[in-house]
């Protein structure tokens, strides 16, 4: 599928493209340092990066460019001792490292552009302009805000389930959107691996649905369980169900795949309807599940579930975050923490009535029986309250009937005897 379609990235190239236009000279704009930095955008494409990526160094060009606009200094005239001061000015501590290192690479490639008419690139024995070519990107890396996920950032169990329900309440498709968030947490998904879904990726076997996507990392398979029946209502509404190719999260506001857009505010909104106090996004939900499936599988079943490229640390990340089960563990073993402890991500619930398994229902899809046990708690209060208003009507009713008798026999002087209504 066209990641264009979910990213928009080629509205983000010309939004970006419009900004630039306010650095260009008014006297002569053919060789104002917006229409070189347009044009090194332009490079970059020819050059056989992908819009994405176009839009990677895009995205950190407008603050270089005020940097220069700022100096009245054009891009093609800097030396050495300019880009040294560009980079001290905009690398900063309030960034993570890696933004730090694409405002170094954005920098490194853009003025060379500017002075050499081509993409930089080393290699075959070529460098850049010696302008940039000391800056080593990857070192803003290292020295860079480090943006750690603790395990008390990760969402509870209960704070899932309350999310998926608050989406009926924000959404105007709340089949398919309960269907869409299931999914992203249960199979660990990037937002891009969600949203490259299409209708044939989905294989229903007894029970599971086994998706199939593809993603920057390759393809990806995982069954899900929790997923399976809104997966499966979901599909039956699916205005092209019969065309194997349709994308699997189609939008009915623009005829085509949803857009990553969408999607983050979908999350978000619900998160906010849900009163989850915690910062919540959509890698949220994957950096939760992935962390579940450490505690409980073997390395390899975390490797496909996060479906990584050789060689990546990002295990380590998860495995640190599982650990934090430890001291759950020592608090349970001295009394401390009560048994079954904290929960940690979605089951099945299998009602007692007709033993259809659920996922994030508090009745059961099948029969209806409560199986959520807050729900049937507060249905049983609701249900006694009710019975107790009632009893006290009847006797209040009962003690104006009588006094109405009493009334209606002084008034009439009668001394008989008078019946009460059946």
């Not at 347009?38 to 494409?45: H, I, K, N, R």
């Not at 209806?368 to 009893?391: F, M, N, P, V």
Request: glycine residues 8%.
């Amino acid at each position: 599928m066209d990641s264009d379609s979910i990213y928009n990235y080629t509205a983000k190239i010309l939004s970006i493209k419009r900004r630039l236009e306010q650095f260009d000279d008014d006297d002569d704009d053919a060789t104002g340092n917006g229409k070189v930095a347009s044009e090194f955008l332009d490079a970059l494409g020819d050059h056989g990066l992908s819009k994405g990526r176009v839009v990677y160094y895009a995205a950190r060009l407008p603050i270089i460019m005020q940097w220069f606009a700022n100096r009245s200094m054009m891009l093609k005239n800097a030396t050495k001792d300019d880009c040294k001061d560009c980079v001290r000015s905009i690398i900063s501590d309030k960034y993570a490292g890696k933004t730090n290192r694409a405002f170094a690479e954005a920098l490194k490639r853009l003025v060379h552009f500017a002075k050499a008419g081509e993409i930089g690139e080393k290699k075959d024995g070529r460098d850049y302009v010696s302008e940039v070519s000391w800056i080593r990107p990857e070192t803003y890396v290292k020295n860079g805000r480090k943006r750690e996920i603790r395990p008390g950032d990760l969402l509870t169990g209960e704070e899932i389930e309350a999310l998926l329900d608050a989406i009926p309440k924000i959404s105007r498709f709340p089949g398919r959107d309960r269907a869409m968030v299931m999914c992203l947490y249960e199979g660990a998904f990037r937002p891009g691996e969600l949203l490259n879904m299409t209708v044939g990726g989905v294989l229903f076997k007894d029970k599971v649905a086994v998706v199939t996507t593809v993603g920057k990392t390759g393809e990806k398979t995982v069954p899900l369980l929790l997923s399976y029946r809104l997966l499966l209502d979901w599909i039956e509404q699916h205005p092209f169900k019969d065309n194997l190719d349709a994308p699997l999260w189609w939008s009915f506001a623009t005829d085509k795949v949803i857009g990553y857009g969408y999607l983050r505010k979908v999350v978000k909104k619900a998160a906010s309807e849900a009163g989850i106090k915690k910062k919540v996004w959509n890698y949220l939900l994957r950096h939760t599940k992935l962390t579940d499936v450490a505690r409980k599988h073997p390395d390899q079943i975390l490797k496909r579930f996060g479906n990584w490229k050789k060689g990546t640390e990002m295990m380590d990340v998860y495995i640190h975050l599982s650990e934090s089960d430890l001291e759950e563990a020592v608090l349970k073993e001295h009394g401390l923490l009560p048994e079954g402890g904290k929960k940690n991500g979605l089951v099945l619930k299998t009602c007692p009535r007709c033993g259809e398994q659920n996922a994030g229902a508090k009745r059961c899809t099948k029969c209806g029986y409560i199986i959520d046990e807050k729900l049937a708690i507060k249905i049983a209060h609701r249900e006694q309250s009710t019975l107790e208003g009632l009893t006290r009507t009847v006797k209040e009713h009962e003690h104006v009937q009588k006094k109405i008798f009493r009334m209606l026999e002084e008034l009439t002087g009668t001394t008989k005897a008078v019946s009460s209504p059946a």
